[in-house]
Antibody, heavy 122, light 106 residues
């Protein structure tokens, strides 16, 4: 069965950096786009970034462009989100999801991880 | 930037039909997905490509998309359907979510 397991969340000071990871299993990782979506406490969902199956297409939300970097390692079946220059409003649960702007997943996010909490606070 | 609008809340009685709308410019020209998020849980895909249902989603969930409005319909709503529902579409390679609708079943 498809499993997505995020890790790496925690408390970080404003201006700091953090890397969150998402280990995928139960499907052919190299066939699928992967995305990060976040949810601030008590708020709605916000799409953050996606990376294509080959890694050659990458897009970001304007709110994180220039600060966050998405990457993937097919040998480890893992997708990463490197977050720099973190701000208070980056505080959220970060979800990894299978899919992106791709017909393979119907342009939808068909499986989600359990999320990892990133708290930015001094 | 592209925006999707949803009503913040909706209440229905068990067994009734719940209709949740999602509005955006020319939304009918895009594929819309819908996600259910129960309290304390991760979102779950309930509709993709406007009206297609993943195999594990009950038949009482259906959807349509035309003009500027997409609609998620839950027929014979059950108490287990109480959750937040989000619509989502793509615009210029950017993912966009609606603000979410809290469905209360009482």
């Amino acid at each position: 069965q498809v499993q997505l397991v995020e890790s790496g969340g925690g408390l970080v000071k404003p201006g700091g950096s953090l890397r969150v990871s998402c280990a995928a299993s139960g499907f052919i990782f190299s066939d699928y786009y992967m995305s990060w979506i976040r949810q601030a406490p008590g708020k709605g969902l916000e799409w953050v970034s996606y990376i294509s199956s080959s890694g050659n297409l990458i897009y970001y939300a304007d709110s994180v462009k220039g600060r966050f970097t998405i990457s993937r390692d097919s040998a480890k079946n893992t997708v990463y989100l490197h977050m720099n220059i973190l701000r208070d409003d980056d505080t959220a649960v970060y979800y990894c999801a299978r899919g992106g702007y791709s017909s393979v997943s119907g342009e939808a996010f068909d499986y989600w991880g359990q999320g990892t909490l990133v708290t930015v606070s001094s | 930037s592209y925006e999707l609008s949803q009503p913040p809340s909706l209440s229905v009685s068990p067994g009734q039909t719940a209709s949740i709308t999602c509005s955006g410019d020319d939304l009918g020209k895009k594929f819309t997905s819908w996600y259910q998020q129960r309290p304390g849980q991760s979102p779950v895909l309930v509709i993709y490509q406007n009206k297609r249902r993943p195999s594990e989603i009950p038949e009482r969930f259906s959807a349509s998309n035309s003009g500027n409005t997409a609609t998620l319909t839950i027929s014979g709503t059950q108490t287990m359907d109480e959750a937040d529902y989000y619509c989502q579409a793509w615009d210029s390679n950017t993912g966009v979510f609606g603000g979410g609708t809290k469905l209360t079943v009482l």
